[in-house]
């Protein structure tokens, strides 16, 4: 069984910076892309940054150069280091992977993790 456990979320000032960390674990043959999302409240989720197994990222607008993701592939982990945060950041943040294990299944989320952007 696959599992996705986040960390590193928490409450900060404008400005201000937080890591977020994902790591997955389990039966797991190859990870194509891992990724961050995020919901906040009274919103759809939306896509935050993602990387794939080569290095190629994408990111949401709003998050160009401010937000970088990185992937650590012999560890199946994935961080998103955020700086010059907003309170439009507020939200949940859930990691995402795609990938192939030993059931059909291929796209598994963590639990969430709180980032809170407030004076």
């Known amino acids: 069984q696959v599992q996705l456990v986040e960390s590193g979320g928490g409450l900060v000032q404008p400005g201000g910076s937080l890591r977020l960390s994902c790591a997955a674990s389990?039966?797991?043959?190859?990870?194509?892309?891992m990724g961050w999302y995020r919901r906040a409240p009274g919103k759809q989720r939306e896509l935050v940054a993602t990387?794939?197994?080569?290095?190629?990222?994408n990111y949401r607008d709003s998050v160009l150069g401010r937000f970088t993701i990185s992937r650590d592939i012999a560890k199946n982990t994935v961080d998103l280091q955020m700086n010059s945060l907003k309170p439009e950041d507020t939200a949940v943040y859930y990691c995402?992977?795609?990938?192939?294990?030993?059931?059909?299944?291929?796209?598994?989320w963590g639990q969430g993790t709180q980032v809170t952007v407030a004076s």
């Open positions: 995402n992977a795609d990938l192939v294990t030993n059931t059909p299944d291929y796209e598994y």
């Open positions: 990387i794939t197994s080569g290095g190629t990222t």
């Open positions: 389990g039966t797991i043959f190859k990870i194509y892309s």
